[in-house]
């Protein structure tokens, strides 16, 4: 699938008024799942009051037992730090990885803004090694400033 044209779909979801911001995130979490083959499990962090954590919010995928990641640990805890995009091809090769279940081989993390300030971020792990191109990383910037919007 043509990875941009998941936008117009990510636009109608956020823009639904009539839906909870939650169910709203819980609504990208599943189609970015359910159209891209290689996004195995997708969900979003948000930081967790004034604490230096992230909490877990809507996601899609297998149970996680990383509902709360302290800032700078794992590739969640480091973009919350950096506030860059992280690609990791390959998390065996990363020192500062947070296992989530052995089959996943590969992650994504975008940060998201709020006037300039990093609120939380989309967090994408798959089971294929090295799947992630530059196209996923504009799909999900665009993802986090929509969602941006809402929040």
Not at 17 to 46: A, P, Q
Not at 98 to 109: D, F, G, L, P, Q
Not at 125 to 151: G, H, M, Q, W, Y
């Amino acid at each position: 699938m043509e990875l941009k044209a998941l936008e117009p779909k990510i636009t109608e979801i956020v823009s639904n008024t009539n839906e909870t911001i939650e169910n709203r995130l819980y609504s990208i979490c599943k189609l970015l799942e359910s159209n891209i083959n290689y996004y195995n499990w997708v969900g979003f962090y948000f930081k967790n009051g004034d604490k230096e954590e992230l909490k877990l919010g809507p996601y899609v995928g297998e149970p996680t037992d990383h509902t709360i990641i302290p800032f700078g640990k794992g590739i969640c805890g480091q973009v919350a730090v950096s506030n860059q995009n992280f690609v990791v091809p390959d998390v065996a090769a990363q020192d500062n990885y947070i296992a989530c279940s052995i089959t996943v081989k590969a992650e994504i993390v975008i940060p998201i803004f709020v006037n300039g300030e990093n609120i939380g971020q989309i967090d994408i792990d798959s089971n294929t090694p090295d799947p992630f191109t530059e196209a996923d990383e504009r799909l999900l910037e665009f993802v986090c400033a929509k969602v941006s919007e809402i929040l």
